[in-house]
């Protein structure tokens, strides 16, 4: 794949973006060829390397209705080669106008030969109410082992 | 605080010591100034800002009996200012010799004045049996909506 990516931006909107349009080749060419990358999904799989990461999504393709994320990108740290963001996603399967989630995930990049790659995905589902709580809350903290 | 870590790797390991022993002051320390850092339990909260992430750790060190976090590094990326780990945890409370979990975690680090200090720390609960899985497993995939 040619494409460059001169920001993590860039790099995030084309891997939504794929995941929008069921594009598993695309997707995969978001990710950086470091052997060791990481994707997590809500389900709690944890999965490492191209081959796991692309039979996963291939998986998802194959079993869901299309879906399509709309996502908010809540903060973004940037280095010289490598960035994280944390992203709030919402999910909207098939043509249901309500969303599923919030999801939310931890994006972290690197920086290479082609521009900004993806090395790690990590997404769990956000508890209600809370996606974005800032301390004054006054919501009751359910019972949390860590 | 005036220990400078100088290493992502010294300043997890003071976080995972820090919740070994329930000090929430020490806990507290290991995080950067940045004000948006990022820390996503495994309930599903998600909480930004010291003074957040503070509450939420003084209820989880009231709530739970002590507990000790067993941590292996998976995958470790560093860049110059910002670093990415992939961690697995195994959560051993009060005097129990079997670990809950394991529970994934993605830990982001920035280097400033002070040395690395931590970003955001994403943990959500593992599924069973896949904690590691490199693509090679024959295991079923559970219905996945990303």
Redo the contacts between chains.
Sequence with gaps: MSVIYTSPEDAEDAFYDA?DRGDLDALMSLWSD?D?I?C??????????H??????WS??FA??TR?K?RFER??C????????H?V??H?Y?GGESTP?GP??S?N?F?RGANGWRL??H???????M????????DEK??????
Tied chains: 1, 2.
Excluded: C, Y
């Design positions: 995941i470091d060791e990481v997590i999904h809500p389900t709690g799989q944890r999965l490492t390397g081959r796991a990461i692309r039979e996963s998986g998802i079993n869901n879906f994320v809540r903060v740290w940037k280095g010289v080669i490598i960035a994280a944390s709030v996603e999910l399967v599923h999801m939310l931890t972290v690197q090395l790690s990590h997404t769990s589902a956000a508890a209600e809370s996606s974005d709580s800032r301390g004054d809350a903290q359910p019972r949390t082992l860590h």
